[in-house]
């Protein structure tokens, strides 16, 4: 269907002078349609709503680790540390993956966590759009569950370029303010973790090689689109409620891997069997933050920072090494240990010639300081 046909289609399904009785009765959800919707009621034309309630594998803490922002640093941009029951997790499931001006979304879930009498859990929301016509309620439901929570901290995989862009057009092109919200984009620091470690950094990847999630039997993102379109010509809603199924799966990763790279930034040393990110990314990537914002964090953090680089030094990063030579010699004022390092990043296999140029240099340049230090106090070196 060409877009002028959708568009006629909506001004005459929407348009109430245009409309008979027949046609206002066909634009309710009939109760045929309803059976076949077991746990979704009508949220709107032409529109669906369900919640499901999940029990997590891992446990919500009551406070996130103040070191979370290094290794999320979205974070800091909210001015304040997010509390559990500030995250609002998003997805949305669309008839593209480009993101172009014709794609729009179908589906949206939102989840938060909840902790009652039992184990922690997690509570999703989700939002379907069964044809074209409905467009407008779904983004109204949609926009509102961000105005719930006005101060929450909305939580994605990729939201920035992908799932906030398709909402943020689809609102504009229903004369529909986008909402606004702070924001997390947890491939950025899955990428920065383990793009060194997987094949690729997907969220199922992710999720399956790192975070032991077991989807056996998921039906692939990428056919939403497909599935969706062949609802609209069969109505046959089988393959429809397993992309619902998914799309709860996707929130569900979302959240656990939040919590992943909490328990990451609590204990990072105790934590790398668990998750085996990489080591040296994450030194850097804690040394950056500290540099950057040293009033954000505590002595804690500072030693933790200091420690991750031993350790990434001593598994071979020259990187980390120089990082520690260059405090050994201006802050430390001890020329032995930073040429201890510097011969341990110029040991690596894997660095540049202009690195390695470099770190002949500084070695050249502390051998000269060390030298007339043992001349006058041999016993002490």
Not at 66 to 93: H, N, Q, W
Not at 296 to 307: I, L, M, N, P, Q
């Amino acid at each position: 269907m060409d877009l002028k046909a959708r568009l006629r289609r909506y001004r005459d399904t929407r348009n109430p002078s245009a409309s008979t009785t027949e046609e206002t009765k066909s634009r309710r959800i009939t109760e045929e349609e309803k059976g076949s919707w077991p746990g979704w009621i009508e949220a709107g034309f032409k529109t669906l709503k369900r919640e499901v309630s999940l029990e997590l594998t891992v446990p919500v803490p009551d406070a996130f680790s103040s070191a979370l922002p290094i290794i999320i640093p979205d974070l800091l941009r909210m001015g304040k540390s997010p509390s559990p029951g500030d995250l609002l997790f998003f997805d949305l499931e669309t008839t593209g993956l480009s993101g172009g001006a014709g794609t729009i979304a179908f589906l949206a879930a939102f989840g938060h966590f909840a902790k009652g009498s039992g184990n922690a859990g997690l509570v999703i929301t989700q939002y379907l759009l069964l044809d074209y016509p409905g467009e407008s309620d779904f983004i109204e439901r949609v926009v509102g569950e961000f105005a719930v929570s006005p101060s929450s901290l909305v939580v994605t995989y990729n939201g920035k370029s992908f799932d906030s862009q398709i909402l943020r057009n689809r609102c504009l092109m229903n004369g529909m303010t986008p909402p606004e919200y702070f924001h997390a984009d947890l491939l950025h620091p899955a990428r920065r973790l383990w793009k060194r470690v997987l094949p690729d950094c997907s969220q199922s990847t992710i999720e399956v090689s790192v975070l032991g999630l077991d989807r056996t039997g998921d039906v692939p993102g990428a056919m939403a689109p497909e599935i969706w379109f062949s609802f609209l010509q069969s109505g046959d809603n089988s393959e429809l409620i397993s992309i619902c199924d998914h799309n709860v799966k996707d929130i569900t990763g979302l959240a656990t891997l939040f919590l992943a790279l909490n328990a990451i930034a609590s204990s990072p040393l105790e934590s790398l069997d668990r998750f085996n990110f990489d080591k040296e990314a994450l030194a850097l990537l804690w040394r950056k933050a500290l540099k950057r914002y040293p009033e954000r964090f505590w002595e804690e953090e500072k030693e933790t920072g200091e420690e991750l680089l031993r350790n990434a030094a001593r598994n071979g990063s020259p990187l980390a090494a120089l990082i520690l030579a260059k405090d050994a010699e201006w802050c430390l004022k001890d020329y032995r240990l930073a040429l201890e390092y510097t011969d341990s990043a110029l040991a690596s296999q894997e660095i540049s010639e202009e690195l390695r140029e470099n770190l002949e240099k500084r070695r050249i340049r502390l051998e000269r300081k060390i030298k007339p230090l043992f001349s006058r106090h041999p016993s002490s070196i």
